[in-house]
């Protein structure tokens, strides 16, 4: 018997182990055109945009966010494909920081 419980607990070990290993499936990019990413955001989660910025290769970033909380970065390429980078929860605006322009008044 004590044998038989050893060999369950090793192959349960085992098999936790190699879990551990195998790639998520969440890794997978979600991507497809910047309407349908927008409009599955909207209908699956309530998220709109609250801020958007131009990166230095020409890619859009934009902030989705619910009035619950939760949040999406997304990504659109210049050619049109939209990703999602990153999700969570908890999104919380702060104050919009006071604009300098650099030039006196």
């Not at 551990?20 to 909207?42: E, I």
């Not at 958007?52 to 970033?61: E, H, L, P, S």
């Amino acid at each position: 018997m004590r044998r038989y419980k050893t060999a369950i607990l090793n192959a349960l070990v085992l098999i936790i182990g190699l879990s551990f290993l195998a790639p998520a499936a969440s890794a997978q990019p979600v991507c497809g055109t910047h309407r349908a990413v927008s409009d599955n955001l909207k209908k699956s989660y309530a998220e709109t945009p609250v801020s958007m910025g131009v990166t230095a290769g020409g890619g859009v970033i934009e902030v989705y966010a619910s009035a619950k909380g939760t949040w999406t970065l997304v990504i659109t390429q210049p050619n049109g494909t939209s990703c999602l980078i990153a999700a969570g929860q908890d999104w919380e605006e702060l104050p919009k920081p006071e604009m300098i322009s650099g030039t006196k008044t």
